[in-house]
T-cell receptor
């Protein structure tokens, strides 16, 4: 099936550092969602983006919907140990189907 | 907030048997639910879209006779893995469509031995 290209695949960072990850696609998406998944759990929604150029924050998290509608990024500021997990972007294929496809994931590890 | 309950959280079954996984929206009605499959260290792959009162729509490559989906009410969708084999072992996750984004269940880890 289809997937979005997400980078980096994994990263180790020191506590307190800022983190940036992004998703790109050759297709245009109507909506971008960012999720976090802990081991053995389902994904939890972090941020939803609905318009090209939209910049939205949720606490220490900031995400933007790219102008071209083919990409999105997620920033985490001042990372803490509980930020550890896998982050997925998801793009809505078209407004009619409500289907989303997921990025390949970014595995984040925070060193205290 | 909106909660999606998925049950069981894990199951071990013998090869050749069938396993049913339930996905319930607890405080909202979900006309559309989605079923995903996730292999270790991989992303979520959409298997099918479950629509209340109608047949599910399966993604290319997903066997509809193997993965039976029933969405008989606005709060319940079920996925039955029929005649399970070891290669069906995976993490299965459902999600329900809400006004703002989608809510996921906690997942079911299926191990077929």
């Amino acid at each position: 099936g289809q997937q979005l290209n997400q980078s980096p695949q994994s990263m180790f960072i020191q506590e307190g550092e800022d983190v940036s990850m992004n998703c790109t696609s050759s297709s245009i998406f109507n909506t971008w969602l960012w999720y976090k998944q802990d081991p053995g759990e389902g994904p939890v929604l972090l941020i939803a983006l609905y318009k090209a150029g939209e910049l939205t924050s949720n606490g220490r998290l900031t995400a933007q919907f790219g102008i071209t509608r083919k990409d999105s990024f997620l920033n985490i500021s001042a990372s803490i140990p509980s930020d550890v997990g896998i982050y997925f972007c998801a793009g809505q294929i078209s407004s009619g189907t409500y289907k989303y496809i997921f990025g390949t994931g970014t595995r984040l590890k925070v060193l205290a | 907030g909106a909660v999606v309950s998925q049950h069981p959280s894990w199951v071990i079954c013998k090869s050749g048997t069938s396993v049913k996984i339930e996905c319930r929206s607890l405080d909202f009605q979900a006309t559309t639910m989605f079923w995903y499959r996730q292999f270790p260290k991989q992303s979520l792959m959409l298997m099918a879209t479950s629509n209340e009162g109608s047949k599910a729509t399966y993604e290319q490559g997903v066997e509809k006779d193997k993965f039976l989906i029933n969405h008989a009410s606005l709060t319940l969708s079920t996925l039955t893995v029929t005649s399970a084999h070891p290669e069906d072992s995976s993490f299965y996750i459902c999600s329900a469509r809400r006004v703002l984004g989608y809510t996921f269940g906690s997942g079911t880890r299926l191990t077929v031995v």
